[in-house]
């Protein structure tokens, strides 16, 4: 009984760790979306996740762009959740399964962040 506890305290650490340390730091420099990106075409499924993750880094990169806005980077964050689940649908309801080049790429990374995150001036 102990074992199974220590076990599920253990994965909850790592998945802990994960989302709130390796996540946050996986985009730090990233300046475009196909740097992320290593091979074509790409799984739509894995791409809406990356995108999500991105979202997240561009809330925390653009703080000073954001606070002259009057808007926190925790409001950021908000609006991106609460618009995250419309925005897939309306954006991705038509994609196909696969990206096949690197304008597809762009194209539906550029939607979906002014989509999620419709604030002016930020940047990826």
């Excluded at 996540?23 to 992320?36: E, L, P, Q």
């Excluded at 790409?42 to 791409?47: G, P, Q, S």
């Excluded at 790429?105 to 930020?122: E, F, G, H, N």
């Amino acid at each position: 009984m102990k074992l199974f506890f220590s076990s599920v305290v253990l994965i909850i650490a790592g998945f802990s760790v994960n989302k709130y340390v390796f996540s946050n730091k996986a985009y730090d420099g990233v300046t475009v979306v196909t740097d992320m990106i290593s091979a074509y075409p790409v799984d739509m499924f894995d791409f809406k996740h990356t995108m999500q993750n991105y979202a997240h880094h561009l809330c925390y990169k653009n703080e000073e762009t954001l606070s002259f806005q009057h808007i926190s980077v925790d409001e950021c964050l908000s609006k991106l959740d609460a618009t995250k689940i419309e925005c897939e649908r309306k954006i991705f309801r038509l994609a196909p399964l696969n990206l096949e080049s690197e304008i597809e790429v762009l194209d539906y990374s550029r939607q979906y962040t002014q989509c999620t995150l419709p604030y002016k001036y930020i940047l990826g």
